[in-house]
């Protein structure tokens, strides 16, 4: 008879299967090899910029394919502990923006404005880059940016429509990386955190056309309820912003590396490996956690074959407590919650392959039947917890946290779903 143990260990080998799949290096050589770059001026330079949770391990990569350019610079989140030669390496706030990204965003303006004609500029460009560059337009301070990036977390929206009102607000985003480098043509090569990779969603789209204009960013905004909670100095710049064209995007190419499916297929090749009989249930397991957790025990009640069930995607939560966690915690969390009754010996896993979940240190959680139980014998109350939004305390009781630390890339999330035959 399979152990949950068991289980649990080989839920684990799947998902760090999907993390190995999104490795960043691994993307660079494929994507300078699919689209090379093509020859440069003789006396142009090249200025290799990395933004993301991916950067470090992307820029050191293309610095082995690019040897000594004239800039070098990667910036990534505060707990990437990931050293880099040969290069500048600055860190930010995320998911909330600070002002280190402020002072990163322009230190990158800085090294686009010296970019001519002659000069090529190498973009590479991971999930987690909206929040790290916060470069407001003039008359937006930055307090009102992390206010207005707290408003779109907890009013649950979905990343596309959260990167279609940053970009409005940014000098960067929204191809705005794209015109501060002109004349000089951009090179970017994307690691999609993006379920469907919409190239203009990755990053909140620095080198790709905006997603809406600022008519389509207020109309988001109100009908998500938090207009009128919006940072007075935003309102205005979006109503100013409205009625004016969009300037045409300079030179640019655009390449993408890596996303989430290759790495749930990368998952189906371990299953294999390992011995297990695996099928891809979704690769848009998206909208609301609630939701996605019916979509999960759905699959669980019906026990299909085979006993390796996989999703991909990203859902959302929408915030009415006070409580620590994040949505894979959250779902891990809500499936442990409505699965009581289930005889099967089962496990769940569902983590972020960046390796961190909301504002954690947890990369997501892995429950099973005994989540409940240990939880209680903690004497915590998961409804209680559930309804506070406080999924991180609930796991820890139950020593159901997935913890990995940062895995420096990032391609959206993972779930398995394990049921012993």
Known sequence: MIEIDTLRTKARLLFDAAVTAADPAHAVRRGLAQSPLPSQDPDGRTFLIAIGKAAPAMLREALVAMPNPYAALAVTHHENDATLQGAELLRAGHPVPDEAGARAAQRVMELLSEATEKDRVVALISGGGSALLPAPPPGVSLTDKARLNDLLLSAGLDIVKMNLVRQQVSLLKGGGFVQQAAPAPVYAYLLSDVIGDDLRAIASGPTVSPIGTAKDAIETLKSAGIWDATPVSIRTHLSEAQDKASAPLPKVTNTLVGSNRLSLEAMLDEAQ????????????????????????????????????????????????????????????????????????????????????????????????????????????????????????AALAAAGDLLMTRATGTNVADVQVLLIAP
Request: hydrophobic share 40%.
């Open 273 to 392: 490996t390992i011995g297990l009989s695996a099928r891809i249930v979704s690769d848009a397991l998206v909208g609301d956690v609630g939701d996605a957790a019916h979509k999960v025990l759905a699959e669980l009640i019906a026990r299909p074959e085979p006993t390796a069930l996989l999703f991909g995607g990203e859902t959302t939560v929408k915030l009415t407590g006070t409580g620590r966690g994040g949505r894979n915690q959250e779902l891990a969390l809500r499936v442990a919650a409505q699965a009581p009754d289930i005889t099967a010996k089962w496990v769940f896993l569902s983590g972020g392959t960046d390796g961190r979940d909301g504002p954690t240190d947890a990369a997501g959680g892995v429950v099973d039947a005994g989540t409940l139980p240990r939880m209680n014998a903690a004497g915590q109350d998961v409804t209680s917890l559930l309804a506070n939004n406080d999924s991180y």
